[in-house]
């Protein structure tokens, strides 16, 4: 039986074992849709509606589910809400819509829900599979801002379409680019790399005084 | 009684073989430097005081980040950051802000270089990765060639750009290069053969005089300090390659002018047979320069580019180490063309 | 409708908007199976079967049965890849176990594999017909493939070098994917 | 699982004495009828579908209207001074204005014909795509079918390199060129290096393939719809209608 | 590159290198006796294969050739004192190769004339072929090129694989030695006299004699002096190194590779050094075993460079105070070539069978610069003569990867140091080799 605790339930996902930067999944849409800030938003909060929808309902009804047909019942599910997030964002914020392109579509095979089904929703309550797909859905939209962030400040000058440098900069293309996005998240992850390895050399200095 | 005793002295104690060629990799890189001197001196000659800025720009870049990042080991002296820079600052123009040089200095040697683990276990040529990376990130400052300038001393763009601000140099007296000119321009006349020998045609700062690469090239080649496979097979395809083209009438350039004509020289002599990123045998050499060649022409007749030479080196430059693996030396013993694959491995 | 020419679609799936390295789809296998060359060869040409094989459902599915319910597109296209990528893994173990020895275990990792899914949608998005659809799916295969290879030989001959302590595992492999997909920029403009 | 005790019944194996102990698991899997997973599947299938119906109901209006709206914003930006316009289909090189019976719309390529304010006709609108740096950028540009003068242009949809190609909609003065232009065929040349030609267009620095190959969607899109349009008799298609 | 003798049309084998020969410091000087030691070291194990078994005993008296050790199997050799005298003790000993071996300690009379004890040998023309290498083992003979091969071994091949070429080695490619020359030009006919009865033994009628182009001189007088009534060839070979290590020496005349892992009868060649054959003539002219040879002794660490016949288990000390000591500048102790041979740490190790040359080499000589990363240059791929890639194969020594360095045909690599000799960045690569199959060894075994 797991030894957690609700609040560690939300809490995990967020950082320490945040969806993209850690565990590298979902790795598809932080990279492809992440050369603006609102682009970046607008996948998280389709994937966060996606997460929490499934994890609410596959989790209240994982008793009626025959373990032979679980996995094709959690994409069923999936794929309907995606759809859903589909027609919806289509309708609400055509614009983003058309940014995110197939995109969306390709939420469904976003292998980050999927394994919080298989792993979470599957044998946890309501609530907590609520909690864990939260927390989850917040880390994933926070990795996915970090990058949008980073690489629409360096790619065009702006953050949230607001001019950060005034008109002379010089954007850095590459950036919004499809190599900028593997660069940027390498970027990230070499600076988490040195940000625990600089940690660890104070803990272990801390305990060697 | 030990020698030591006898000697008074250290005694060595070293295994075989106890005599060493007198070849090694700090002389071979320091005499690639050297042979690039006539270049650089060439390009200060054509282009002025910027050329000096620009090149001294992407060699800090680089230098820099080797003390920085490259390790315990006494990593600038070895001589294989300076050629980088050098390199790099070669092949951009005269114009480029030296902030932006700068960062492809830091860009080729960081990410290109020392996150390999630094000298030799590089894949890419950091150069040319931070070239790319300078072509990816500010498309048109490194597209912008200056057009002759009225005095030596005069400044060819906006050299001194306040860092992360964009050149001033839109109005700017813009010149094409014989290559670009042959490809986009409005009215494409093939540039004179002499004057791409010389180097009297826009273009970036070392990519201009094919024949004094040449003769760094040679030199090098006959000090053995370079794998003259490499040059040559790309050269010998580009020309046959490109011949063919132009004489199905696929394309604008003849073989002599794609000879001649861009960083192809630089490309061939220097970036190409960069050690490190090049095959290690000459079946793979072989491969590797009849690639580039056949890239090199596809990129220039057919791309969106007018230049491929940079990214042709790079290309393959990612396929050396499935090149290494598949023309490994033959088994002694074993029967003549067969080599020995990697896929014996297997079992 | 779309009047692409077979060639310009071939081409620009497998190296000008390579599906990898311009599209980020299967970065998965990318990312995780991307560290011996076999694998990565035997991963690459797994995927060009099963491509081809999505891109004909998905037209049979656009052309006879989703015509008036384009909205059912998701949910049908991954019931189809589900079940297709089932059947190929059963059949491919009944007629040809030495095939499926040396595929095994990539087959069942295909149905979360963003490439296969994309492959239908973008597919259906462009309105790409019958022959282009599969140009289309073989050129994709054979860009995953170039993609994959290209990174294993890289790996494989990164490991024997010190790679600091911190780019060790996703860093690097990051970075070199952004260095490939630098490269493959020279393919711009290609068509 | 100490959360759960209401739903989850304790798992109480069964030994079948009959049954070899090796393989204890089959059993019980077996246990689960076919019938109850097609079900659940078909109950899931059912509930899923129902949703996205109900939800597609509801959508369906609000996508197509924006779709529309954008459509026609399109046309009125290519052709100015539009006050209204008719869709044609190119059938089989054509015109008709009813899609042929079992036919898909989408299947067809669309002409947009527009009138001013007093139904006279301003000109066409038509889109095209063509392969860019990237990817295909696709045009939307009106002209008049006569004369062959370009009235306006609209990127549709590009891929091109952001900060240099994605100018050809981004630059404004780039766009500007491609209203009221005399003469087509257009050609695209350096900035500065025009000889004063009517039909030249300033290409944008550093893009100049993304700005050729705008110039080359209109130009072959004109030759491509001008004999077709100049066959077809507009007004008998496109009967006049009441404002 | 002093003289870099490539004639073109001359024989050869692809790769390889040219270190400088410096030969010169040596090759003029006749051979000279150095005089007995007052001490004399014989390590049971001079040779490859099993120990001798001691049959000697402390204060046992012993004269020169008398067998003091006798082989303990069929791949191993007799060893003979080589100094009247009395055993002092049979005690470890340090060892050229490194570890302490036993070793059989003589005091030596001081006022012997050393002259050998007489010994039975019949006349090698009347024997059957068999006696032949049963006469060979007896005396102690193994193979004087280096790897100190008990010769009888060899001398009877695998039945499925007859050996119809003899082909005698005196190309001599390590620099500095110049103990098989003066072989060849002071005593032309016991070489050829040794082959006559190698030929004998082993039941043919041809043999090459390789050397290369270097030495002229010796290649003239092995012609003038051949035999007539045997098909006996000298063959100029091309001056590179490894010219004679035995895969090249075949390759380089018969144009013939040896398979990986097969025996040079494999292609039907047997390779006996020059040194080898004329000691064998001696065994079946005087009945002298095999207990002293001319040695090199060169450098420009050493005071007067020289050829010396010298009796095995002399200490390398008493070698080096009779050649007149060390200059200021000496720096390392080699025995061996500069290629392959070994360090010395102690000035106690004795002379071995196999010890064709000491070097004492000067700091300007084996200058030693720091160890760079491997640039992928290529370079050692071009020098292996048996076409590995070390480059690769270092690579996966540094990393532990033993296994994979196997199926990249490790068990080829014969240590001859071209790939180490022509590395710009000074990676010790055969001595990452050598350490590699020391360790796979070890994994066998455990």
Known sequence: MRATTPSQDFIRGIWKENPVLIQMLGLCPALAVTNTVKNALAMSAATFFVLTCSSVLISSVKNFIPKEVRISSYILVIATFVTLADMMLQAYAPVQHKELGAFIALIVVNCMILGRQEAFSSRNTVYRSLLDAVGTGIGFTIALIMMGGFREILGIGTFFDISLFGPNFEPWVVMVLPAGGFLMLGFIILGMGVYEQRKQAREAHGEAA | ?347 | ?191 | ?243 | ?446
């Open chain 2, 1 to 347: 009684m030990s020698f030591k005793e006898e000697k008074h002295g250290v005694v060595k104690i070293t295994a075989a073989p106890h005599v060493r060629s007198a070849e090694s990799t700090t002389r071979i890189m320091w005499s690639v430097v050297l042979s690039l001197l006539p270049v650089t001196a060439a390009s200060i000659w054509f282009f002025g005081p910027s050329a000096v800025l620009v090149i001294g720009a992407s060699v800090a870049g680089c230098l820099l980040t080797e003390r920085l990042f490259g390790g315990q080991r006494n990593s600038i002296s070895d001589g294989s950051a300076m050629i980088t820079g050098l390199l790099l600052g070669l092949c951009l123009p005269a114009g480029f802000p030296l902030w932006m040089a700068f960062i492809g200095g830091v860009f080729g040697i960081g990410f290109g270089k020392i996150i390999f683990g630094g000298l030799g276990q590089n894949i890419f040529n950091p150069a040319l990765l931070g070239r790319a990376f300078l072509q990816a990130a500010f498309p048109v400052a490194i597209t912008t060639w200056p057009g002759p300038a009225p005095d030596w001393w005069v400044l060819r763009g906006d050299n001194f750009a306040l860092p992360f601000m964009s050149p001033g140099a839109a109005d700017a007296v813009t010149g094409a290069t014989p290559l670009g000119n042959l490809k986009f321009g409005d009215d494409p006349v093939a540039t004179p053969l002499l004057d791409l020998l010389l180097g009297t045609t826009s273009g970036s700062l070392g990519e201009t005089s094919a024949l004094l690469i040449l003769l760094g090239g040679i030199y090098l080649a006959i000090r053995g300090h370079l794998n003259w496979h490499i040059p040559v097979s790309i050269l010998v395809s580009v020309f046959a390659f490109s011949g063919v083209f132009y004489w199905l009438g696929l394309s604008p350039f003849s073989p002599l002018f794609m000879l001649f004509s861009g960083g192809l020289m630089l490309g061939a002599w220097y970036m190409a047979t960069d050690m490190v990123t090049s095959p290690v045998t000459h079946t793979g050499c072989w491969v590797f320069g009849v690639s580039i060649g056949l890239l090199v022409v596809i990129i220039r007749i057919w791309g969106g580019l007018p230049e491929g030479v940079m990214y042709a080196i790079l290309l393959m430059n990612a396929l050396v180490p499935f090149i290494n693996r598949a023309t490994q030396p033959r088994k002694f013993g074993s029967p003549r063309g067969k080599p020995e694959p990697a896929a014996e491995k297997e079992s």
């Open chain 5, 1 to 446: 590159m002093a003289a870099r003798l490539k004639i073109p049309g001359l024989p050869s084998f692809r790769n390889g290198v040219h270190p400088p020969e410096n030969k010169d410091l040596t090759s003029g000087i006749p051979s000279r006796r150095l005089p007995f030691p007052d001490e004399v070291i014989l390590p049971l194990s001079q040779h490859i294969g099993r120990p001798a078994e001691a049959l000697v005993k402390p204060g046992d008296r012993v004269e020169r050739g008398d067998v003091i050790a006798k082989a303990s199997g069929y791949v191993s050799s007799f060893v003979h004192a080589t100094a009247s005298g009395t055993v002092k003790s049979i005690e470890h000993w340090p060892h050229p190769a490194g570890a302490m071996q036993p070793s059989v300690r003589i005091d030596v009379d001081p006022h012997s004339t050393q002259l050998q004890r007489p010994r039975l040998v019949p006349h090698w023309d009347e024997v059957p072929a068999e006696q032949l290498s049963e006469e060979i083992s007896k005396a102690g003979i193994v193979g004087l090129g280096g790897a100190a091969f008990p010769m009888h071994v060899k001398l009877r091949p695998p039945e499925d694989q007859p050996v119809d070429v003899l082909m005698v080695n005196g190309s001599e490619c390590e620099p500095y030695l110049t103990s098989d020359h003066r072989t060849m030009l002071e005593r032309p006919e016991h070489v050829h006299q040794g082959i006559r009865i190698v030929l004998r033994a082993l039941g043919i009628s041809r043999a090459v004699i390789g050397i290369e182009v270097n030495k002229p001189d010796a290649i003239e007088i092995m012609r003038e002096t051949a035999p007539t009534d045997l098909d006996v060839r000298v063959q100029p070979l091309t001056v590179k190194y490894p010219q004679g290590a035995e895969k090249m020496l075949i390759k380089a005349v018969t144009g013939r590779e040896v398979p990986s892992g097969k025996l040079p009868a494999s292609v039907g060649a047997l390779v006996q050094n020059v040194a080898t054959t004329a000691s064998v003539a001696q065994v079946f002219e005087t009945g002298q075993p095999l207990i002293e040879r001319i040695i090199t002794v060169s450098g420009r660490g050493i005071r007067q460079p020289g050829n010396w016949v010298i009796p095995f288990g002399t200490k390398l000390s008493d070698v080096i105070a009779a050649c007149g000591g060390f200059t200021e500048d000496a720096s390392e102790i080699v025995f061996g070539g500069p290629m392959m041979g070994q360090s010395q740490a102690s000035l106690d190790v004795p002379v071995l069978k196999a010890t064709g040359g000491i070097l004492v080499l000067s700091k300007s000589e084996c200058k030693r610069q720091d160890i760079l990363p491997c640039i992928r240059c290529g370079k050692c791929i071009d020098a292996c003569p048996v076409f590995l890639n070390p480059q690769l194969m270092g690579a996966l020594a540094r990393v532990d990867r033993f296994e994979e360095m196997t199926e990249n045909n490790l068990g080829d690599c014969m240590l001859c140091g071209c790939c180490s000799f022509v590395c710009p960045s000074n990676i010790p690569l055969s001595q990452l080799f050598a350490m590699s199959k020391i360790q796979l060894s070890r994994l066998k075994a455990a």
């Open chain 3, 1 to 191: 409708m779309n009047d692409q020419t077979l060639f310009s679609i071939f081409f620009s799936a497998m190296v000008v908007n390579n599906f990898t390295l311009a599209l980020f789809l299967g970065l998965c296998p990318f990312m995780g199976v991307s560290a011996r060359v076999e694998t990565a060869l035997r991963m690459g040409l797994a995927n060009i079967f099963v491509l081809v094989l999505t891109s004909l459902s998905a037209w049979v599915l656009n052309t006879y049965i989703l015509e008036n319910a384009p909205y059912l597109r998701i949910i049908s296209f991954i019931i189809v890849v589900a079940s297709l990528v089932q059947i190929v893994e059963m059949v491919v173990k009944k007629i040809a176990p030495v095939l499926f020895r040396q595929l095994g275990i990539f087959l069942p990792l295909m149905t979360t594999n963003c490439a296969i899914f994309g492959l239908a949608i973008f597919q259906t998005n462009r309105g790409y017909d019958f022959l282009q659809g599969i140009v289309f799916a073989i050129g994709a295969g054979l860009g995953l493939t170039l993609a994959l290879v290209l990174m294993a030989s890289i790996r494989e001959t990164s490991e024997l070098s010190d790679i600091p302590a911190i780019a060790k595992g996703t860093g690097l492999t990051l970075i070199i994917a952004g260095s490939l997909s630098l490269a493959f920029m020279g393919f711009a403009g290609l068509l």
């Open chain 4, 1 to 243: 699982m100490n959360e759960r005790p209401d739903t989850d019944p304790i798992e109480v194996k069964v030994v079948d004495p009959s049954q070899p102990d090796t393989a204890p698991e089959t059993p019980a899997e077996e246990q689960v009828s076919t019938l109850r997973l097609v079900a659940t599947l078909a109950v899931a299938g059912a509930v899923a579908g129902l949703l996205i119906v109900l939800v597609n109901l509801h959508t369906k209006p609000i996508i197509d209207e924006y779709r529309a709206e954008q459509l026609r914003l399109a046309v009125y930006e290519v052709l100015p001074g539009v006050a209204r316009y008719r869709t044609l289909y190119r059938v089989d090189d054509a015109l008709v204005a009813q899609v042929p019976e079992g036919a898909k719309a989408s299947d067809f390529r669309q002409a947009y014909v527009g009138y001013d304010e007093t139904g006279e006709m301003i000109g066409v609108a038509t889109s095209r795509g063509e392969s860019g740096f990237q990817d295909i950028v696709l045009v939307i540009f009106g002209f008049e079918p006569e004369s062959g003068i370009l009235l306006g242009m609209k990127v549709l949809e590009s891929k091109e390199t952001p900060g240099l190609g994605d100018k050809i909609f981004k630059d404004q003065v780039f766009v500007d060129q491609f209203f009221a232009r005399p003469q087509t065929p257009l050609a695209a040349i350096k900035k500065g290096s025009g000889k004063g030609l009517p039909g030249e267009i300033d290409a944008i620095t550093g893009a100049t393939i993304s700005s050729k190959v705008v110039v080359s969607i209109i130009n072959n899109g004109i030759a491509d719809w001008q004999g077709v349009l100049q066959q077809a008799d507009l007004e008998q298609i496109v009967p006049e209608e009441a404002p």
